[in-house]
């Protein structure tokens, strides 16, 4: 009876370092998927913003110089926004997002309606 106890708990000792180095794996995984998503998001923020940039000048001439001007600012916010999420660790990221929930539940959960709705249409395609 002591044999097999010893026994389960030779088991139950392997398999409880082989959960934490399957867990130490998959949060290094996590942090390179991060890293991807992050470096991908800003790539998309620029890509974005040198669009709004190069139509500005086509809305300035289909919609007046005012639209235009937004378009300038709104192409310069995307790239701002780039840069803030370059320059920014994981951890300053979350606690801004969480920041900014505090502040406006409302607009958090809108935006993420809408988050939710644009990816469902992506993969709908």
Do not use: C
């Not at 088991?11 to 290094?28: P, Q």
């Not at 991060?34 to 289909?62: F, R, Y």
């Amino acid at each position: 009876m002591g044999e097999a106890k010893a026994g389960a708990a030779a088991l139950k000792s392997e398999a409880s370092a082989r959960g934490h180095d399957m867990a130490d794996d998959a949060l290094a995984r996590a942090g390179e998927l991060a890293v991807e998503g992050k470096a991908k998001a800003s790539d998309a923020l620029v890509s974005l913003s040198k669009l709004v940039d190069e139509n500005a000048a086509a809305i300035d001439e289909k919609f007046g110089a005012k639209y235009g001007d937004y378009a300038r600012r709104a192409s310069g916010y995307l790239t701002d926004s780039a840069k803030t999420l370059n320059d920014k660790s994981y951890e300053e990221l979350g606690e801004d997002a969480r920041e900014a929930i505090r502040k406006s539940p409302a607009t958090a959960v809108g935006i993420a309606a809408l988050a939710g709705f644009l990816v469902s249409r992506l993969f709908r395609r």
